[in-house]
């Protein structure tokens, strides 16, 4: 076993069906989150969804201001030399633990000073969220190292597994009349265990397992992570703490509201999530001009269905508000519309941010991703007391476009592509359905 880590797995999928099942995977992942959504949300109505996005939106976003770039840092260094991995994933548990801890005591001392940061939820169940960051960051690192290594069965199966038990286990506890806030809460921190145990058992089965602890390895794994982990810090922000404020500044009610309209766009991100994730390996071991090519493909390709899948949305976002979760979350169906805006920011800074790391220039998506938090803290706060829900959405989508056009300057320069390989060429999209009509015809036999 400890020779595959030496040379990575034997065998390895094409970019395109990798790219496919990743993405389907995702939309997988997206449809049964909304289904939970949907059963949180009818069995506690919009307080208790709040409540629950609110402690959910705590413990993620805590367990990535904390990870130190440990994550970034272990996949370019496995995927650069694969013999590092034992030692790597060791390292991760170490860092883990002691950044988990610290983080938990940092927000504790948060809520302490400022009580509504702590917002209106029970001060057990906080705790109880705060419990699983050290475990949510040793997920992000093994999830990192599986994937520069093309584990792609056990990355998306992994995903799979919290979605999967909050649908069961919420659904069967609200046809029951015993779903609570603590026990969704409960099921949610069991599928993210068992999703970490999926990962923990690829890398012992297929990647040389636990190495020993090496001091020197994680320094330079922690400088790395130091350049890198600006850049994740202030994505995860970017992405969560729109919800934070809403539950600090607004209400339990804006914020359930809020987060079924972020529950719905959640299913364009996934497209850019599926393809970076696919092409991280082959990006990582690439030249800065093969690297450019390809990412440049990607993210045309990328685009071109985004503005179709953007279409279709907005014109049922009506449907999927109203008619769906209710008459309660009618103002849902703007917030939808508006938050599509930025799914094109969110390509870039997703597509081509990464590549700029995998390359060696984490500070390089740092820079970008800053550009997209400054902009959504400052009309975060300038909007979300008078306008709620729909504040948030409209400094989510300027702060994402904002950071996707600064990515795709830094992208450029940085590896010497023209901004035209940038731009959607409606002739590529016949050749791109050749290429993934495969993969999908595979797929569907599968399934």
């Known amino acids: 076993m400890a020779g595959r880590a030496e040379g990575g797995p034997e065998r390895r999928s094409s970019f395109f069906a990798s790219a496919v099942g990743t993405y389907a995977t995702n939309l997988t992942v997206a449809a049964l989150s909304l289904v939970n959504v949907l059963i949180v949300a009818r069995a506690l109505d919009a307080d208790g969804r709040g409540e629950i996005a609110f402690l959910t939106t705590v413990a993620a976003l805590t367990s990535q201001m904390a990870a130190f770039g440990i994550p970034q840092a272990s996949s370019n260094f496995a995927g650069r030399k694969p013999e590092l991995t034992p030692r790597l994933v060791t390292n991760a548990v170490v860092v883990s633990l002691l950044a988990g801890l610290g983080a938990i005591g940092v927000v504790a001392a948060l809520v302490a000073l400022v009580p509504d940061a702590g917002g209106d939820v029970s001060a057990t169940l906080r705790w109880v969220a705060l419990a699983a ?4 960051i040793l997920q992000a690192c093994l999830q990192a190292v599986v994937l520069v290594h093309y584990g792609f069965a056990a990355y ?3 995903w799979l597994v919290t979605p999967i038990l909050n649908v069961a286990a919420n659904g069967i506890l609200a046809l029951t009349g015993q779903l609570t806030v603590g026990l969704a809460l409960a099921s949610w921190i069991g599928g993210q265990i068992i999703a970490t145990l999926v990962l923990g058992v690829y890398v012992l089965r297929r990647l040389g397992g636990f190495g020993r602890p090496d001091a020197r390895l994680a320094r330079d ?9 600006a850049g994740r810090v202030l994505y995860a922000s970017n992405y969560r703490v729109d919800q934070w404020i809403v539950g600090s500044l607004g209400s339990n009610a804006q914020l359930g509201v809020y987060s079924v309209a972020v529950a719905w766009t959640e299913a364009l991100f996934f497209l850019p999530s599926a393809l970076s994730a696919a092409q991280r390996g082959d990006v990582t071991r690439a030249d800065r001009e093969a690297a450019s090519r390809h990412s440049s493909m990607v993210f ?13 949305m ?3 976002a009506p449907f999927l508000a109203e008619t769906v979760f209710g008459p309660e979350f009618s103002d849902a169906t703007g917030q939808i519309r508006v938050l599509l805006l930025g799914s094109f920011g969110i390509a870039a800074l997703k597509l081509l941010g990464s590549v700029l790391t995998a390359q060696g220039r984490p500070l390089r998506e740092t820079s970008a991703v800053a550009v997209a938090f400054v902009v959504i803290i400052v009309l975060d706060v300038l909007l979300i007391p008078e306008h709620g829900g729909m504040g948030a959405a409209i400094a989510s989508a300027a702060g994402y476009t904002a950071g996707g056009l600064a990515v795709a300057v830094l992208f450029i320069r940085t590896l010497g592509g023209r901004w035209t390989d940038l731009i959607p060429r409606g002739n590529e999209l016949a050749p791109l359905w050749t290429r993934l009509r495969g993969p999908l015809r595979r797929l569907v036999r599968a399934g």
Do not use: D, E, K, S
């Not at 794994?221 to 982990?229: C, L, M």
């Open 300 to 312: 045309r390709a990328t685009v071109l269905l985004t503005v179709l899948a953007g279409a279709v």
């Open 156 to 158: 998306n199966g992994a």
């Open 133 to 136: 960051v050290p475990m949510l």
């Open 314 to 316: 907005a014109a049922f």
């Open 221 to 229: 794994a922690a400088r790395f992570g130091a350049q890198a982990h």
